[in-house]
């Protein structure tokens, strides 16, 4: 089975200048090109079918036999199966903890990696593939925007990767700081813009980069969820926990902290694979664009987005949610127009959504810790906080999973000022505070971006 893919704006008929790309292309293509050209989203044009039995016999397995399952059903008619054992095998050799917090509910703890958060599941993947994609001779330059996690996810991932620079733009006033030591020290072939304005910004001047006919020099790609490189891995969290977990067939509920929408992406692809997902609960912090879509059937965007604590969520208009219209029958564009509504009772069918506040993420962490002892930051308690909810409003018997999406040691002064807790940190980031290096300012303006970009970018290798 070859799968191919195509544009979620395909059917725009020339709206504000967009010629629609009615073709398709193959998953490299994708992979390289981050965004198609008509500044849509890539989609696979068939979702393959895993087996509940192929599943079940993950059980006790590391990690990446899931990881692999995965790959071979999307990757098997592009890669050798050699290609994808030694991709999955390099990309995950930390451990993937569930944690019981109380009876049929469990914490996720996707925050083992090198940069302590869950981007790096499908960063160091999605940057061994990339690898393996490059046209000899020429160079990658990959543009991120982040909120938070996924800058330095992305930049560990790919730094010294051969042929491939990576340039990250992150919103100057909305990071951590220890976030923001991250981003600025990775060094070498990646480099950290500290931009004026909202994480939003980051992500318009990114998407306009890409769709810049003066740019395609430069091969430009994405390591943002609006590229499929990223949301494929993110598919296997969803399977790992299931094989791990739950008995043969039964339903299980996932909770997914949603920013961009590209982990929650992960769990919808998962059910329509086969995996038996009762409910995908996908709380929001206060900026609550889609659950109010959810409730009233009308979408508005958050301009400009809210600075709440959960930072890598502070996002206004999520990217992909594009993908979920399209895959319920509807179109949105990047900048927010809706140009068909979605199927909304099927996507409530098998969506929930709240908004929770930033008082309400802080109750959630002090009062999980209380009663159960266990940590979580910021981002996993809008996905604990979400659930608790969706449970108090069903009779839902099923399993419960919350993903834990960040290490709670990089939100430290949160954590001490909540908790009077001193964590210590992780392995991966006990050197961060002796690292050395800094941003460059940027200006939220595309024509100042522009300008550096073609004053910093190289074209061949």
Excluded at 171 to 186: F, N
Excluded at 378 to 392: I, K, P, R, S
Aim: glycine share 6%; with cysteine; hydrophobic share 40%.
């Amino acid at each position: 089975m070859s799968i191919r893919y195509y544009s979620t704006n395909r059917y725009l008929n020339n709206f504000a200048g967009i010629i629609p790309f009615t073709g398709k292309v193959s998953f490299r293509e994708a992979l390289l090109t981050g965004q198609a050209p008509d500044e849509g989203l890539f989609m696979p044009d068939t979702i393959p079918l895993l087996s509940l039995k192929d599943i079940q016999k993950l059980k006790s397995k590391p990690y990446r036999e899931t990881a692999l399952l995965v790959a071979r059903a999307f990757l098997s008619d592009e890669f050798s199966d050699e290609i994808l054992k030694n991709v999955v095998a390099d990309s995950y050799s930390f451990s993937v903890p569930l944690e019981e917090v109380c009876p049929q509910a469990y914490i996720m703890r996707l925050d083992q990696g090198p940069t302590a958060s869950f981007k790096d599941f499908a960063a160091r993947m999605m940057a061994r593939l990339m690898s393996h994609c490059r046209p000899r001779g020429e160079r990658i330059n990959i543009l991120v925007a982040t909120s938070g996690d996924t800058g330095s996810a992305v930049g560990e991932a790919f730094k010294g990767v051969t042929g491939i620079d990576v340039t990250i733009l992150y919103p100057a006033e909305e990071v951590s700081l220890r976030q923001k030591k991250q981003l600025d020290t990775i060094g070498g072939n990646v480099h950290a813009l500290c931009v004026e304005g909202k994480f939003d910004d980051c992500q318009n001047l990114v998407k306009q980069a890409f769709a810049d006919p003066e740019l395609t020099e430069f091969n430009l790609s994405s390591a943002n969820s609006i590229n499929f490189g990223r949301i494929l891995p993110q598919i296997v969290y969803y399977i790992y926990a299931y094989a791990q977990l739950a008995a043969a067939e039964e339903q299980v509920v996932f909770s997914v902290p949603s920013g961009n929408f590209g982990n929650a992406l992960g769990c919808e692809y998962a059910r329509r694979m086969g995996l038996p997902v009762a409910k995908l609960v996908m709380p929001t912090n206060e900026n609550d664009e889609f659950p109010i879509f959810l409730e009233s059937g009308r979408y508005n965007k958050v301009s400009p987005s809210r600075a709440c604590i959960s930072n890598a969520m502070n996002v206004g208009h999520p990217s992909n949610l594009a993908r979920f219209f399209e895959l319920y029958g509807g179109t949105v564009d990047r900048a927010g127009n809706v140009h068909r509504y979605p199927n909304i009772e099927e996507m409530r069918r098998y969506i929930y959504s709240i908004s929770v506040s930033d008082e309400q993420t802080r109750k959630t962490i002090q009062s999980v810790y209380k009663r159960y002892h266990v940590v979580l930051e910021q981002h996993g308690a809008v996905g604990w906080a979400g659930l608790e909810d969706y449970l108090n409003k069903t009779s839902n018997k099923n399993i419960a999973i919350c993903l834990e999406t960040a290490h709670p040691a990089k939100f430290p002064e949160e954590i001490q000022r909540l908790l009077g807790l001193k964590l210590n940190l992780p392995e991966s980031l006990k050197d961060i505070d002796r690292r050395a290096g800094n941003a460059i300012s940027m200006t939220n303006n595309y024509y100042d971006f522009k300008k550096h970009l073609r004053e910093s970018l190289k074209i061949k290798e």
